[in-house]
């Protein structure tokens, strides 16, 4: 038995090749002399590549600061608008105003004082000349009453006859009667032919309404 110098391989003496890796196994060359196999040497590697050495970063980059907004422009002073225009215009809304004023106040005297005339010389009768004549109750038609331009008057109740005279003071007619006694009336009004007595005093209850017949 022979082993094969190449794997090691346990061969027949009678072997030329090894069944297991194919050498020649005939007997080595005399003139060159026995050579061991030469077993492939182990490769030198390089030099472990060195890695690029971490490269040291830069300072750490703070966080997005706060934007930074623009300072609030710094306006100027409000303009100072002409303090003689504001004060002109002002000055002549006023005097607008009063002229106004003025006007409004001179018409509501002048109705004020048309409604005065109209009052006195047309719808305030005179009641001395208008109380002339003969007049009729109209509540129940039992009371009647004439009036004579020469002061005297003579008052019908049912049966009953009174006469006196009359005195007409601003709106307070006063009868003064024959037998003696008197009674004001109060006239609260007089228009064209009707005319109202409201009693006073004890006969304030007392109300003609008449009517001039």
């Not at 003025?102 to 009768?125: M, R, T, W």
């Not at 004001?184 to 109202?196: H, L, Q, V």
Request: proline share 7%; glycine share 12%.
């Amino acid at each position: 038995m022979k082993v094969c110098t190449t794997c090691g391989n346990m061969l027949e003496d009678s072997a030329t090749f090894c069944g297991k890796c194919g050498a020649s196994c005939e007997a080595p060359n005399p003139v060159g002399g026995f050579q061991p196999p030469q077993f492939n040497q182990p490769q030198q590697f390089g030099q472990p590549q060195q890695f690029n050495q971490p490269q040291p970063f830069g300072q750490p980059q703070p966080f997005n600061q706060p934007p930074q907004f623009n300072q609030p422009q710094q306006f100027g002073q409000p303009q100072q608008f002409g303090q003689m225009g504001f004060q002109q215009g002002g000055a002549a809304v006023q005097k607008g105003s009063n002229k106004t004023a003025i006007i409004v106040a001179a018409v509501v005297a002048v109705l004020v004082a048309i409604g005065v005339i109209l009052f006195l010389f047309v719808f305030k009768s005179d009641y001395k000349k208008d109380i002339v004549g003969s007049w009729v109750d109209t509540t129940d038609a039992t009371t009647t009453m004439e009036f004579k331009d020469n002061g005297d008057f003579v008052m019908t109740h049912i049966l009953y006859e009174y006469k006196g005279t009359y005195e007409i003071d601003g709106s307070t007619l006063k009868l003064s009667f024959t037998g003696g006694g008197s009674k004001d009336f109060k006239i609260s009004s007089m228009r064209s032919s009707e005319m109202t007595l409201q009693g006073t005093g004890s006969d304030s209850g007392t109300m003609y309404k008449l009517k001039k017949r």
